[in-house]
Nanobody, 121 residues
């Protein structure tokens, strides 16, 4: 099992940047594909970005391509989501997740508690 804790959320003006961190404990993240999801009030959860265990394979939601970057630091057992050129539409609770079986974690994989990102116009 792995325990995930997100940090780095907050309030930022449109056009600004934030970096989210997801620190894992209990198992090395090298065992997992890692991903960031988000859920805004009244909307379904969506996959923002994902990174495979190896070979640098990544996935991005179309609306964040070119603005967000997912990366992993295996030495720190941490995954990051660098978010640039933030838009009010990016406002949501952001969740980190890990899966040993899938590039995109599923509901029954490992999840953090989430961190709030609010982008003001």
């Amino acid at each position: 099992q792995v325990h995930l804790v997100e940090s780095g959320g907050g309030l930022v003006q449109a056009g600004g940047s934030l970096r989210l961190s997801c620190t894992a404990s209990g198992n090395p993240i090298t065992n997992y594909a890692m991903a960031w999801f988000r859920q805004a009030p009244g909307k379904e959860r969506e996959t923002v970005a994902a990174i495979a265990r190896s070979r640098g394979i990544t996935y991005y939601l179309d609306s964040v391509k070119g603005r967000f970057t997912i990366s992993r630091d295996n030495n720190k057992n941490t995954v990051y989501l660098q978010m640039n050129s933030l838009e009010p539409e990016d406002t949501a609770v952001y969740y980190c997740a890990a899966s040993s079986n899938h590039l995109i974690p599923r509901t029954d994989d490992y999840w953090g508690q989430g961190t709030q990102v609010t982008v003001s116009a």
